[in-house]
């Protein structure tokens, strides 16, 4: 019994390590994939969200050098809260958690073929037209759900009122 139990704690460590992938290769993934490219997508999302409210707000001339400032503002806060130094680290650690050793490498393989390449390239695109496209089904949904959650709020009051 004792043996088994030697064993056990001898094998484990082997195993719980295989299950995740060193650091240094996802971080070769990582530099591979351009995922620091990422960074940019967000940055033109919100320059498109900034120049949305300015559609929206039907700004007066004289009032366009506020706007400006604002959004000088909104870009600043967004570059030091979303930078790719703070983000990588933990981009590594996500993909070392969910991937082991074999993925790591195999993908690798992969990005480092034409396919993989063309990929690499095509992939901001087709993810901010994702974005955008998931963006109006909710903008779609959005006054159903509020009138919905206005119902919820109404029906709630009336229980908490006891008129039911």
Same mark, same amino acid.
């Given at each position: 019994m ?9 094998? +484990? ?5 295989? @299950? =995740?992938?060193?650091? /240094?290769k996802? =971080? /070769?993934? #990582?530099?591979l994939? %351009?995922m620091?490219s #990422? ?7 919100? /320059?498109?969200?900034? %120049? $949305?409210? &300015?559609?929206?707000a039907?700004?007066?001339?004289? /009032?366009? &050098?506020?706007?400006?400032? *604002?959004q @000088?503002? +909104? ?7 979303? %930078? ?9 650690d996500? *993909? ?9 490498d195999?993908?690798? !393989?992969? *990005?480092? $073929?034409?396919?993989?390449?063309? #990929? +690499?390239?095509?992939?901001? &695109?087709?993810?901010? !037209? ?5 963006m109006?089904?909710?903008?779609r &949904? !959005?006054?159903?759900?509020?009138? *919905? ?5 109404k029906?709630?009051? @009336?229980?908490r %009122?006891? $008129? =039911?």
């Amino acid at each position: 019994m004792k043996i088994r139990l030697l064993i056990c704690l001898f094998f +484990i460590p082997l195993f719980a390590h295989s @299950a =995740q992938a060193p650091r /240094e290769k996802v =971080q /070769e993934l #990582v530099n591979l994939m %351009n995922m620091d490219s #990422v960074m940019d997508i967000l940055d033109d999302q919100m /320059e498109n969200m900034t %120049n $949305t409210i &300015a559609k929206q707000a039907n700004l007066q001339p004289d /009032e366009r &050098a506020l706007f400006e400032e *604002y959004q @000088a503002g +909104i870009q600043q806060i967004a570059k030091e809260a979303l %930078n790719w130094g703070s983000l990588e680290p933990q981009i590594v650690d996500l *993909y070392a958690e969910h991937f082991n050793d074999k993925e790591i490498d195999d993908m690798i !393989a992969f *990005y480092q $073929t034409e396919t993989g390449q063309s #990929v +690499i390239r095509k992939m901001p &695109a087709i993810t901010q !037209a994702s974005m955008q496209m998931s963006m109006q089904m909710v903008q779609r &949904a !959005a006054p159903r759900l509020q009138a *919905y959650s206005q119902e919820f709020a109404k029906k709630l009051q @009336a229980k908490r %009122n006891g $008129t =039911q």
